[in-house]
């Protein structure tokens, strides 16, 4: 059966709408590499941010101050490179996210497309994606504050808040 397509319109991840001589009728998208480029991208970038957020994730387990197996350096250090992947992570989810929300942005607004053309819509992926991306970039900044702080960048003080002099041991108390 041979269509007389008058549009085609992409703005689904999973689908193709094109509008015939009569109604609106959608396809499924033949395979992945068939998607828009954009759209390709931000799947490319979504899927690296995963691997950048669990690499920070198992990068970092070892750093924390409850793991007595590893020196304050060698902590410090994967403190510092967990966070940066952290910051990456964050960086490679916000850009996808933005992006699309500035198509559905642009599409909703669009005079050009027809009435009865899909258009994309802000919804809960979008917001859920900028809050991951605040998330990744809040905790790659506190992981790299905290292994500045435990290199001597910012002075320890004791629990009255008076200063300790270089050098002298930090003798910490808790209190149940």
Not at 34 to 41: G, I, K, S, V, Y
Not at 54 to 64: K, N, R, V
Not at 144 to 164: F, K, M, S, V
Request: hydrophobic content about 45%.
């Amino acid at each position: 059966m041979q269509l007389d397509v008058v549009g085609v319109f992409s703005p689904d991840l999973w689908a193709v709408w094109f509008i015939t001589g009569g109604p609106l009728q959608c396809r499924p998208h033949p395979g992945l590499l068939a998607l828009p480029p954009h759209l390709l991208w931000a799947r490319v970038l979504t899927g690296a941010s995963l691997g950048f957020s669990l690499l920070a994730l198992l990068l970092t387990a070892p750093g924390l101050q409850v793991v007595h197996s590893w020196g304050s350096r060698q902590k410090r250090v994967l403190l510092g490179v967990g966070g940066g992947l952290s910051l990456v992570a964050g960086l490679l989810v916000l850009v996808p996210v933005s992006h699309v929300a500035r198509l559905a942005s642009l599409s909703r607004f669009d005079p050009s497309l027809p009435p009865v053309a899909p258009r994309w819509e802000k919804g809960g992926a979008l917001y859920s994606g900028w809050v991951a991306a605040g998330m990744h970039l809040g905790a790659g900044a506190l992981l790299i504050a905290t292994c500045y702080r435990q290199r001597g960048g910012a002075p320890e003080t004791d629990p009255r808040g008076a200063p300790h002099p270089p050098g002298a041991p930090v003798r910490r108390t808790e209190r149940v």
